[in-house]
């Protein structure tokens, strides 16, 4: 797991999907894909400040992200590794978690299971409450809803299933996704 303690629990965190909502997911025939690799690895406009924003106002800025490049062999630790670094080391986040898992797996870490956002509520001492899940697929937006989270869908356009029921929140990217929970 990619964890780092930047800031103590204060509470509430904004979990945010990694893919599709931190960086650009890889779009191949209207379906998002992970990058690779590092060279494949972009910031999306605007989620520096988004993030910056998040913790200026309170919340712990925590990544929670599907993986199952890693249990499908298709994409090897150290990759994931160097790409949560360079993550942590170049934005303002607090922390990175991930489910290694595949859908046959059976976890409760995969979303659409809410273990990801569990654990951290744990680690971190939060009201879920008093959370936010920001995420591009409808994995996403199930499990803040199932944690007990307000929860708030970026609309990329892919071409496949949307959240149903919808999200508390649509939005075109983080930083509107943002305005609209800094405004809770």
Known sequence: M???VVT???GKAVFLDRDGVIN???VREGKPYPPANLAELVVLPGVPQALFRLRQAGYLTLVVTNQPDLARGTLLPEVLEALHAHLLDTLPLDGIDFCPHDDPDG?????PLPGMLLRGAKRYDLSLADCVMVGDRWRDIEAGRRAGCSTVFISCGYAEKQPDPPADHTAVD????VDWILAL
Not at 107 to 111: E, N, V
Not at 174 to 177: D, E, I, N, Q, R
């Open 24 to 26: 650009q997911a890889v």
């Open 8 to 10: 103590a629990g204060g």
């Open 107 to 111: 976890c409760d870490c995969r979303k």
């Open 174 to 177: 983080l930083v509107t996704a």
């Open 2 to 4: 990619g964890i780092r």
